[in-house]
């Protein structure tokens, strides 16, 4: 998993580094970073999805909140519109969990 941390970053990691079939995950409603679960190809199980949700909550405006919702949608999803500032993504066929911010105990 990787997280952005910036704008430039965001675009690079989404639009460069991931694959279509990788897993997005952002804050819903709150400013934060993208972050990229790389699955190999693979379905993800949930608890590999309420961790990486865990982590994206943490990198965002949401880390002192409890019970954050994380949108979570594969890459193929994720849009950048023509002009866009760097960092602005539009996306469809996302779900959502609720979480809250931690990073990994391992």
Do not use: C
């Not at 952002?26 to 190809?41: E, P, R, V």
Request: aromatic share 10%; hydrophobic share 40%.
């Amino acid at each position: 998993m990787l997280v952005g941390r910036n704008n430039i970053e965001n675009d690079i990691l989404t639009f460069r580094q991931a694959a279509p079939t990788d897993i997005w995950l952002h804050t819903k409603d709150f400013h934060g970073s993208h972050a990229i679960l790389f699955t190999k190809g693979q379905e993800p199980s949930a608890e590999d999805i309420y961790e990486a949700a865990a982590i994206a909550a943490y990198h965002s405006k949401a880390r002192q909140s409890t019970n954050v919702p994380v949108d979570y949608v594969k890459v193929r999803y994720v849009k950048k519109p023509n002009g866009a500032r760097p960092g602005y993504v539009i996306f469809t066929h996302n779900s959502t969990v609720w979480i809250d911010p931690a990073l990994p105990k391992h």
